[in-house]
């Protein structure tokens, strides 16, 4: 859980150290390209995530463009809430790179050459065999008296300017230089001061909505610590039980005893934890249990194999998958009965059932699984209208087929249908 | 060119109508997952991209969590600065999302229950089939006087509240409702008080790089207006033309002249226009020339087909899709020679062919594609590293075979793989 510090600075003078606890912080992205959304502002989200690993507060997060009256009020408004402002973007070589400047004059504080700055980016363009441009020895330009933090991964060097109670962490734009700027020289630099850990794990729930879940655990939601907060993503559902004590130990001992009391309430819809996904437990219980899957599908067109084969290593469950978007194809590729198509229609529990079937038979699969339905636009009526779609799992044990009313657009009817199945297999393999 | 505009609302009140020209915008985003880092915060880049479209100045942009008194605060910040400001989440049924009360009380008005908003949510939970729960009512109140925003694809509705001179947007923010509805209704609303027309268009471009792009219209971007401005995309480029003017007709023709510059500089790598893709433009050549496709894929496990599909009307062209994940499937569903496959390996330029071919002859066809490869992060060998992939096309006038080495991870990899293979097609079938 811990990072490997790789804490170098060049401490030009006396303060820097560590940070209090309990201090709060925010975060600015300076730059117009960010502000008018040519890019996303990713930066922040990294910072947000770190700092709330570290267990400093967030509250804010602004963006602001190159404009140095603009970031000013910015920088006044931040530090009229927060103790610690960590900047990124603005560091570059052009005139339009204006955020040292600004925040040394918020500071009171001349920008001074850091000579070994210079040298480092001086050497960064001789490995380059590129000639160094004048305007590029601004970047070493430093407020004074700054920690100066160095960039392994570009040219500008990051820095903290500290007085008076308020830190400004100085980092680059470029994703690729902040991030391991960050976690090697920043995180350090803030933990050096810190006294207690925060730790989180998040459950998985699919087949119930938020208001649903939230319905049957909110005295739990109360809890301060540790906490548990609820975030709706397409589909499902994930509840987050952070706790904040002295010590890893403990935290987990809180977080356990608290997942314990969920999963007694939602046990059955709890899919999993943290970084899995419906198709990643899906594919371990598969090969856990020694099973291999094969799939038959229709309105979904090969996205249930695409789910399943986005795991890595899932070729050893899954080996055929049957793309019969045509009644042709239900016929020659899956032996679906004409009779059963022209009775019931291709949108029906039968063809579903025959589908899923002859997957299994046709792979030599353990189990297979179908999804038939109507995704839309077109093609609904008042008996089969759009959204409705039937999906069936065959194994040794014969075939069962759930019958799903889906909402939305002919996107969100797919991926909701990719997700019921997958669903449908972790349920029937545990 | 135009957006079909489907702006319905409800309005409950008089007030509403356009925006004045030149006005200033801010977003703010509410919520704590995007303020914790959870989830990035891809609606104000959203938001961002269409103000600057619609002509509208954005200078700042915050984000802020589920708190009701920082909102406030921030709101205050915002209004100080702005004559618009454009919430996006925060419209939830639970009780941390606070952002229409917040909102309703900084105007100092009531929240009313809208009783039309109110059955939309009722039918969309008896469409899903689920239970509505008291806690979804919340969604329905609405700050008295509002101009309701119809959400298509979730229970939140949005709105607009406007009083002296300032107007505050709420949104949704599922970025998958919210985009639909700043499109559909947000947009038209701004554009309707507007006494310039701004018009633009994008040139869908797949098979060169941004830099490579740039270096041949690098004059052509210093254009004033129309202006010309790149955007890098997984796997593709978009030039965005923008003109200003009066009317709409000068617009196009200012538009229409640039695009043919565009066109002698790049002509083929230019796959389509706005809202096409390439799938989209896929399946409409293949209907333009009576064509039918099927698919034969490995190491993309079904994506092809699933994105083939993921065009609506794509049944006239698409029935059936090979998802050949082991070898033995090859052998069986395609009959690729297991000779073949024993002296090439399964990530050959022979078993690309063999498995195009048979897609073809198996399902009648006109055209059969396959793709074959390592998309790692295992599986990768000194002749045979991560991200090699042959893709092939079979039709009446023979077999073709592409090799790609693509970098980046798993997903990337099977991502720019189904692209190439898009590309493949429509250049075959142009």
Request: hydrophobic share 40%; with cysteine; proline share 3%.
């Amino acid at each position: 859980m811990k990072r490997e510090i790789n804490y170098i600075n060049f401490c030009a003078a006396g303060f820097g150290g560590g940070m209090e606890l309990n201090m709060k912080a925010e975060i600015i992205a300076v730059g117009t390209e960010i502000l008018l959304g040519q890019i996303v502002n990713t930066n922040a989200q990294y910072i947000a995530k770190e700092l709330s690993e570290l267990g400093i507060d967030l509250y804010y997060q602004t963006v602001v463009g190159d404009n140095p009256e603009r970031l000013k009020s910015v920088l006044n408004i931040a530090f009229g809430r927060a103790d610690m402002v960590i900047l990124t973007g603005g560091l570059g070589p052009t005139n339009d790179d204006l955020t040292k400047e600004t925040v040394a004059e918020y500071f009171g504080l001349e920008l001074e050459m850091h000579e070994q700055s210079l040298n480092e980016i001086k050497s960064f363009f001789e490995r380059l065999g590129r000639e160094m441009t004048e305007n590029n020895r601004k970047q070493a330009m430093i407020p004074k008296g700054a920690v100066v933090l160095k960039n392994d991964n570009g040219t500008a060097p990051g820095c903290i300017v500290s007085k008076d109670g308020k830190t400004a962490i100085l980092l680059p734009g470029p994703p690729k230089e902040m991030a391991p700027l960050f976690d090697s020289r920043v995180a350090p630099y803030i933990k050096s001061g810190a006294d207690s850990v925060i730790v989180s794990r998040s459950l998985r729930i699919f087949g119930k909505g938020e208001s649903s879940v939230e319905a049957l655990v909110r005295d739990l939601m109360n809890s301060s610590n540790p906490t548990v907060a609820p975030y709706a993503k397409e589909g499902e559902v994930e509840l987050r039980v952070t706790a904040k004590t002295e010590s890893e130990e403990k935290a987990n001992l809180l977080i356990n005893e608290m997942i314990e009391k969920l999963k007694s309430r939602i046990g059955e819809f709890i899919y999993g934890y943290d970084e899995d996904s419906l198709a990643s437990v899906t594919v371990s219980g598969l090969k856990k249990k020694g099973l291999t899957l094969s799939t038959a599908e229709s309105c979904t067109g090969g996205l249930i194999a695409g789910t399943i084969t986005s795991v890595a290593g899932s070729s050893d469950v899954f080996g055929f998958g049957y793309t019969t978007y045509a009644n042709e194809a239900k016929a020659a590729m899956l032996g679906v009965n004409k009779e059963t198509l022209d009775k019931f229609g291709a949108v029906s529990e039968e063809v579903a059932k025959e589908m899923a079937a002859g997957a299994k038979k046709n792979s030599g699969s353990s189990i297979g699984v179908s999804a038939t339905g109507i995704a839309g636009p077109g093609g609904g009526t008042s008996e089969k209208p759009v959204g409705l779609v039937y999906i069936a799992l065959a194994d040794d044990n014969g075939v069962i087929c759930k019958k799903l009313n889906l909402t939305g657009n002919r996107e969100r009817i797919r991926g909701l249908t990719v997700m019921n199945v997958l669903d449908m297999i972790r349920r029937r393999v545990n």
